[in-house]
T-cell receptor, first 114, second 116 residues
């Protein structure tokens, strides 16, 4: 069966450390993989997109890797801040839908303590 | 740029009534909009894809007669939950794709529906 798995347990880290979140998928062949941030009671906010032929993408303190062999993406936040506390969702853009449809993981909650 | 709004942000209604939720792209034209539903501590589940000027495409298991979607213009899509029941209580979120770009969806802030 098709699955997108993110760690359901909250990740607690100290301010200044690097947070690493994992997204694993099975029985999908995504063209793109995207990461979103969602705050409680709010819609997701787009962070980064990485294509299947890209290994790594960076944006300011954020870094995403994409390993299509392992079927895994890692999302890193360096020099984390309490304001980074939120739920982070990975989403796959499906090839057979014109890349438009997104399938979301359940998200991982990140808590950054001062 | 790429701001999407939703109205209302919260709505409480009685069982059996209908509720309309609006989704607007404020600073771009959204040829395609999507409607999602999210239950507590669960993932976003796609309900339907809405293209301007044509009928929406619903995901398997989503009742098209219950969740009416209209995408009358490039900046407005509406979702009407007809004859709402308590099990329809959820967080409804829309998103828009800017122009012909298929890469990124821009999400609205969501609408919390509570059916009593």
């Amino acid at each position: 069966s098709q699955k997108i798995e993110q760690n359901s347990e909250a990740l607690n880290i100290q301010e200044g450390k690097t947070a690493t979140l994992t997204c694993n998928y099975t029985n999908y062949s995504p063209a793109y993989l995207q990461w979103y941030r969602q705050d409680p009671g709010r819609g997701p906010v787009f962070l980064l997109l990485i294509r299947e032929n890209e290994k790594e993408k960076r944006k300011e303190r954020l870094k995403v890797t994409f390993d299509t062999t392992l079927k895994q993406s890692l999302f890193h936040i360096t020099a984390s801040q309490p304001a980074d506390s939120a739920t982070y969702l990975c989403a796959l853009s499906l090839r057979n839908t014109g890349f438009q449809k997104l399938v979301f993981g359940t998200g991982t909650r990140l808590l950054v303590s001062p | 740029g790429a701001v999407v709004s939703q109205h209302p942000s919260r709505v409480i209604c009685k069982s059996g009534t209908s509720v309309k939720i609006e989704c607007r792209s404020l600073d771009f034209q959204a040829t395609t909009m999507f409607w999602y539903r999210q239950f507590p501590k669960k993932s976003l589940m796609l309900m339907a894809t809405s293209n301007e000027g044509s009928k929406a495409t619903y995901e398997q298991g989503v009742e098209k007669d219950k969740f009416l979607i209209n995408h009358a213009s490039l900046t407005l899509s509406t979702l009407t939950v007809t004859s709402a029941h308590p099990e329809d209580s959820s967080f409804y979120i829309c998103s828009g794709v800017r122009g012909r770009s298929t890469d990124t969806q821009y999400f609205g802030p969501g609408t919390r529906l509570t059916v009593l």
